[in-house]
């Protein structure tokens, strides 16, 4: 904002024109100012929503994409995810889907002896 010391006008403005402009903003002003009421009530209601967590305490939620339970971020290269991705799209799954069907069809095998899983792979017993 400039301060009215600094202020310096080259031109007059007219008489009708200057009411109208004053009539204008103060119009905006007032709707601004009821919008902005506005929105403050929405975001204290959005703050206000409460989930419940496993544990039994609350947390607010957020509508952010990154804080969806169950949610999971994992680093692969960019080859692995390319060829990850042409394997589920050729079976019309998404990826997604994929990595679900895939670890639980893992944990059948290791449930059912077929194979272990250490840190350097899966073996397979058969």
């Given at each position: 904002m400039i301060p009215a010391s600094k202020k310096v006008s080259f031109t007059e403005v007219p008489a009708g024109l200057n009411s109208q402009l004053s009539q204008t903003?103060?119009?905006?002003?007032?709707e601004t100012s009821?919008?902005?009421?506005d929105t403050a009530k929405e975001q204290e209601k959005t703050s206000l929503i409460k989930t419940v967590t496993k544990s039994g305490e609350k947390t607010t939620s957020s509508a952010k994409?990154?804080?969806?339970?169950?949610?999971?971020n994992i680093c692969l290269p960019p080859e692995i995810k390319t060829e990850w991705k042409l394997l589920f799209?050729?079976?019309?799954?998404?990826?997604?889907q994929g990595i679900i069907f895939a670890v639980e069809h893992l944990k059948?095998?290791?449930?059912?002896?077929?194979?272990i899983l250490t840190v350097g792979g899966v073996i397979s017993k058969k």
């Open positions: 903003f103060s119009t905006a002003e007032e009821e919008a902005a009421v994409k990154n804080d969806r339970p169950g949610q999971i799209t050729k079976n019309n799954v998404n990826i997604t059948n095998e290791i449930e059912n002896g077929e194979a």
